[in-house]
């Protein structure tokens, strides 16, 4: 049974290799879309439960004031307010590699908050006593080739101001993106402006997780009269709301999806209805010789499965390539963070939807083919 696939499928090298390779791509596309539909995610699984984040309601374009960072430090169950700030600017030039997260911090108040940083206490305190000093994780400062005491400028955009800085910290982090970013003064950039007294976000640490979503409507409720109302959130859902502005990106990878499964299983629906039409003489010959339907069923169906499982493992394979090749370079510009990768569901998925398509596409001419009587098929030229 085995050689007869194998030879029914080698019969029409050209149809077998094209119905392959098609599912192959069409399987291609279904991974890469489900690949970037998780890390547009930005959603951290190892998220810390007691840290919120207040922003603008409207926007995180629209700033809020300075003085709203000592309000929201007497709600209740708040330890720490840490205002960041997203600087970006131009560091050498346009390209990819030189792209990376820019952000101003308070260091009075960044280390409480945001606990889970790893630094060298000597490099720490040289970073807070110095207002034009800057920290990189180590994962970028390697990616740069930076060491303590380098100095580096960028060209503000956002901000209409260029700055010089001097590395004085590196950090480490348990996750590598996040080491691919740098930090220095909001007080640096005030001054600068002429002390604005603006800030993008605060983050909030809370002594207990629990008293999240009273934190969140007293937040809300705090500056719900005010010209700059606010929006409190945790941080994972701070994190997801980057994708939202997109707009619905998963009812679109959905949509698009649907469309490559139904195409690809068309496609091969109809290649395995000609080949079984092909060898309709061949299986009443067969029939004839004392082969059982269900044996002929299972040759049908068999030639059917094998497409759709090297099909799919080809197209995971290529998946699989061109997203470690990709994976570093998103990596540098700050796209990480929704752990850009072919993880095993999403290759599961893939062998699955081949294996039900190899299925499904070859049910039908098996069936045909067992219930043709064999005086019919002996007659079909």
Do not use: C
């Amino acid at each position: 049974m085995i050689k007869l696939i194998r030879r029914n499928l080698l019969r029409n090298k050209r149809r077998t290799f094209l119905t392959m390779a098609s599912l192959a791509m069409a399987l291609f596309i279904l991974s890469l879309l489900g690949v970037v539909n998780d890390a547009m995610s930005f959603a951290d699984e190892s998220e810390i439960p007691d840290r919120l984040v207040v922003r603008n309601a409207i926007s995180l374009t629209f700033p809020l004031p300075e003085a709203y960072e000592a309000r929201l430090r007497s709600i209740e169950h708040v330890v720490e307010v840490s205002p960041q700030n997203w600087f970006q600017g131009v560091y050498k030039d346009q390209r990819p590699e030189n792209f990376f997260p820019r952000f101003t911090i308070d260091p009075d108040t960044f280390r409480t908050v945001f606990y889970e940083y790893e630094w060298d206490e000597t490099e720490w305190e040289a970073f807070a006593a110095q207002r034009t000093a800057f920290a990189a994780g180590r994962a970028l400062a390697e990616d740069q080739g930076w060491a303590i005491g380098d100095t580096i400028a960028i060209q503000g955009d956002i901000y209409p101001i260029n700055v010089e800085l001097e590395l004085r910290a590196i950090f480490d982090y348990e996750d590598e993106a996040q080491e691919r970013q740098m930090f220095f003064h909001r007080r640096y950039v005030e001054e600068a402006m002429n002390n604005p007294g603006q800030n993008g976000t605060y983050w909030l640490l809370l002594d207990d997780p629990d008293a999240t979503p009273a934190v969140i409507a007293a937040a809300e409720a705090m500056f719900e009269n005010s010209d700059n109302q606010v929006r409190a959130e945790t941080a994972k859902a701070f994190a997801e709301s980057f994708g939202e502005m997109l707009g619905n990106v998963r009812l679109f990878f959905l949509v698009i999806g649907s469309g490559i499964v139904f195409s690809i299983f068309s496609i091969t629906a109809v290649t395995m209805a000609m080949a079984a039409r092909e060898r309709t003489t061949e299986v009443s010959v067969l029939r004839t010789l004392g082969f059982r339907r269900n044996q002929v069923i299972g040759m049908v169906l068999g030639e059917s499965l094998t497409v759709g499982v090297l099909g799919s493992l080809l197209g995971i394979g290529i998946a699989s390539v061109l997203i470690q090749g990709l994976t570093p370079i998103l990596d540098q510009m700050g796209f990480g963070f929704g752990g850009f990768g072919l993880d095993a569901q999403t290759a599961g998925l893939a062998v699955a939807i081949g294996i039900a398509i190899g299925l499904l596409s070859g049910v039908f001419p098996a069936v045909a083919a067992a219930r043709l009587k064999i005086v019919d098929g002996l007659r079909r030229l």
